[in-house]
């Protein structure tokens, strides 16, 4: 507490007696309940400015990892977690060590909680999104998400400065949101002006079904020839991934480097499903913001937080990280992609996550990502991953 002591003599009747330099060096007499008034004032003062301090230092909802060299030093990326089913509180996490530990960013990432303070995929219990204040880059993985009205002023603010954005799996259908001023953004919206919503509009497709059964069917990601130098691809090689294929046609102008080849099977050595044809899976394009700026895109309807134990997927990534945030000359072909701290992705399944995770509990390099003794809805034996050991 702010204590102020005053040497000033205290009058009969409560009042202060207060110096005055002047031409009659006359003593004024002021109010007791000015000083008690002044103290009140400068008190709150204090207080408000340290909870403000703890809301800024302290977020339940957040994560930060804090690089230091490398091409992204004094880079910000958000990223925000947020799908029901793909497990993007495992990958996003790990993708931002990687991008702070490797290459210096600061990553501060946001996962929806429940009431309790634990994190709850695709809650849309969030707060603190005026990180994107001072972002250079947002990352998502979200899921019909409807977040609240002054939160989600700051993704739209985000937009309407061009930022770029780089989306995974289920961000297609990032938002569903029925009424009010942040309807246009739903997957589905209707209009013309903002036709099938952020997933189109900016991501570059929506939602438009599976092409491919999950836990049944993994898929290659084949290299297009002719976008292979492209700066993204470098290095990139040996795509297998567990999520299965989704449906896309991506809006006009975007740019498809990778097309899914659906195998039936889970390995990556599992013969292609001859009644699948390729179909894109990653892309990218640029959307047009109201200052009329061009932000950068990269889309991949792949994304599932076992997908990040294939080395192939997750250098595309990171790749496609320093991409939008226009630092592709920095994008060397073998350049650090292994996975920073331990990575313990579960088996990807709605509802199956693990429990009682707080994301104070992922803070530093070598806390697990997540915790094998947390259980997840099949009990307290998590389910093992699946894929290529890191």
Known sequence: MLILRAKMPILPDGDVAVRRTNS?????????????????????????????KVTLEFNPHLVVYEGTEGPGADKHIVLIAGDHEYRSEEILPAMARI????????????????DEGFIEPGSSNIAGLSALETADLLILGLRF??????????????????????????????????????AKYSYNYPGDEYKNGFGRQVLGETWAGHYGTN?????????????????????????????????????????????????NGMNADSPPDPEKELMPVAWTRTYEANNGKQGRVFTT??????????????????????WTSGLEEF?????????????????FSFDGYRRGVRPADLAGWDTPIMSETKATRDGPSPQAPRGQAP
Not at 28 to 48: E, G, K
Not at 153 to 176: C, E, K, M, N, W
Not at 222 to 243: N, T
């Open 24 to 52: 009659s060096e006359k003593n004024d007499r002021v109010p007791m309940r000015f000083f008690l008034t002044l103290l009140m004032l400068t008190s709150v003062t204090v207080l408000s400015l340290s909870a403000q």
């Open 99 to 114: 991008l702070a530990k490797n290459l210096g960013f600061k990553c501060s990432v946001f996962f929806t909680l429940d």
């Open 145 to 182: 998400q409807d977040f609240p009205a002054e939160e989600m002023q700051h993704v739209v603010d985000y937009l309407d400065r061009g930022g770029p954005i780089l989306g995974i799996r289920t961000s297609t259908h990032a938002f569903r949101i029925a009424e009010g001023p942040f």
């Open 215 to 263: 836990h049944e069917q993994s898929s290659r990601i084949l290299i297009r020839e002719d976008e292979a130098m492209h700066p993204i691809l470098r290095g990139v090689r040996d795509i297998h991934v567990q999520s299965g294929g989704y449906e896309a046609d991506p809006m006009s102008g975007s740019v498809v480097l990778g097309m899914g080849q659906v195998l």
């Open 301 to 322: 309807t792949h994304g599932a937080s076992e997908d990040f134990l294939n080395a192939g997927f997750r250098r595309m990534l990171v790749n496609a990280a320093l």
């Open 331 to 347: 994008i060397n072909a073998d350049s650090d992609v292994s996975l920073v701290g331990p990575y313990n992705p579960v088996v």
